[in-house]
C-alpha cells in the first residue's frame, strides 16, 4: 500500500483480555518499530524488526507485551492479560534500508491503534 | 540516562511571526536528530534531521532547526507561521550507539497553536 496501515484504529476491551493490534508496512521496507504513546509519557520505543535479524525487544515493558513480523511483512503486536495503563495509542512505523533514509531514523509511521482498556 | 526534553508543553504564535519550538537532549557520542509532526488524529510525518555536516537543515513546509552542538539543543524553526502549522511536535534522537537505527528517544511532544 501507500502508506503504513494499522489495524483495528480503536479498540476498547475489559482488563484482564487480550488484544492484537495489527501493523501492515510500506512495501518494501525491510525495518518495523512499534511505538506506544501515552499521556504524559510521549512516545516510548517497544519492539525493533530489521530483516529476518533477531528483533529488538529492549522496548517492551512486561512479558505481556509480544510482537512478530510473519514473512517479513505484516506485525502483530499482542498484549496478554491486558491493564487499565496498557490504553494508549501503538503506533506502528516502518523504513527502508535503501536510499537516503536508510538507517537514519526517518520512519513512516501509521494512523496507530487507540487502545482503551476499561 | 539519555533524554530528550522539550521544555514547553504548548507555543502560542500570531500567524506570520517567526516561531520556535525548544528541543535539547542529553545524549552520549554524536547522535542524530529529528522533529516529527503530529496533526490531530494522524500518525506521525517526518519534518527533518540533522546527521552531520552544516547545522542548520531545512526540512518540510518551510521548517529549519539549527543544531548546536554546545548546547545540546535542535530548536526548529521557521520565519512566518501558517495556521496550518498547529500541531503537535516531537523532537527525537537516534543515539549513536543504536547503530543509527529508527529506534529513537523522543521528546514529550509540543503543542503549537498558531492564531489567525
Known amino acids: 500500500g501507500a502508506g503504513v496501515s494499522q489495524s483495528p484504529s480503536n479498540k476498547v476491551t475489559e482488563k484482564g483480555k487480550d488484544v492484537e493490534l495489527r501493523c501492515d508496512p510500506i512495501?518494501?521496507?525491510?525495518?518495523l518499530y512499534w511505538y506506544r504513546q501515552s499521556l504524559g509519557q510521549g512516545l516510548e520505543f517497544l519492539i525493533y524488526f530489521q530483516g529476518n535479524s533477531a528483533p529488538d525487544k529492549s522496548g517492551l515493558p512486561s512479558d505481556r507485551f509480544s510482537a512478530e513480523r510473519t514473512g517479513g511483512s505484516v506485525s502483530t503486536l499482542t498484549i496478554q492479560r491486558t491493564q487499565q495503563e496498557d490504553s494508549a495509542v501503538y503506533l506502528c512505523?516502518?523504513?527502508?534500508?535503501?536510499?537516503?533514509?536508510?538507517?537514519?531514523?526517518?520512519?513512516?509511521f501509521g494512523e496507530g491503534s487507540r487502545l482503551t482498556v476499561l | 540516562a539519555q533524554s530528550v526534553a522539550q521544555p514547553e508543553d504548548q507555543v502560542n504564535v500570531a500567524e506570520g511571526n517567526p516561531l520556535t519550538v525548544k528541543c535539547t537532549y542529553s545524549?552520549?557520542?554524536?547522535?542524530?536528530l529529528f522533529w516529527y509532526v503530529q496533526y490531530p488524529n494522524r500518525g506521525l510525518q517526518f519534518l527533518l534531521k540533522?546527521?552531520?555536516?552544516?547545522?542548520l537543515v531545512k526540512g518540510s513546509y518551510g521548517f529549519e532547526a539549527e543544531f548546536n552542538k554546545s548546547q545540546t539543543s535542535f530548536h526548529l524553526k521557521k520565519p512566518s507561521a501558517l495556521v496550518s502549522d498547529s500541531a503537535l511536535y516531537f523532537c527525537?534522537?537516534?543515539?549513536?550507539?543504536?547503530?543509527?537505527?529508527?529506534?529513537?528517544?523522543f521528546g514529550q511532544g509540543t503543542t503549537l497553536q498558531v492564531k489567525p
Open positions: 527525537a534522537v537516534s543515539p549513536a550507539y543504536s547503530g543509527n537505527t529508527g529506534k529513537l528517544i
Open positions: 545524549v552520549s557520542g554524536n547522535p542524530y
Open positions: 512495501s518494501g521496507h525491510t525495518a
Open positions: 540533522y546527521i552531520t555536516g552544516d547545522n
Open positions: 512505523a516502518s523504513s527502508s534500508s535503501l536510499g537516503r533514509a536508510a538507517n537514519t531514523g526517518e520512519l513512516f
